[in-house]
């Protein structure tokens, strides 16, 4: 059986992408927020993980890593977005959306 990580997995694209993952036979891991894991599927395993915390990501591929073994797809779809125009953004505005969307992923 194929494993796959799946981090945005509570997002509308990452439950249609668990969905398509299961129906295809992988063991599907996914992410959630400390606190914010559903319990969901039993299919699915859930790690609770600050995708933002670079330390605790890196624990949590470790024991992923010890437990599969080997992962043969991941897919990165963390993120979030801040609706307005680039005169409505400053810097700050800009990091947290780097933070979210990029980090998360490289971190991962």
Do not use: C
């Not at 969905?19 to 319990?39: C, E, M, Q, R, W």
């Not at 039993?42 to 024991?63: C, F, P, R, Y």
């Amino acid at each position: 059986m194929k494993t796959v990580l799946i981090t945005g997995a509570s997002g509308n694209l990452g439950k249609a992408t668990v969905d398509k993952f299961l129906s295809d036979g992988y063991k599907v891991i996914t992410t959630a927020s400390p606190g914010k894991s559903s319990g969901g599927n039993k299919n699915v395993e859930v790690h609770e993980v600050d995708l933002s915390d670079e330390d605790a990501v890196g624990e949590m591929i470790t024991k992923i890593l010890a437990k599969h073994r080997t992962l043969d797809a991941a897919l990165f779809l963390a993120g979030g977005y801040a609706h307005g125009g680039i005169a409505d953004t400053d810097f700050a505005r800009l990091d947290r959306m780097i933070a979210l969307n990029f980090n998360t992923a490289f971190f991962a």
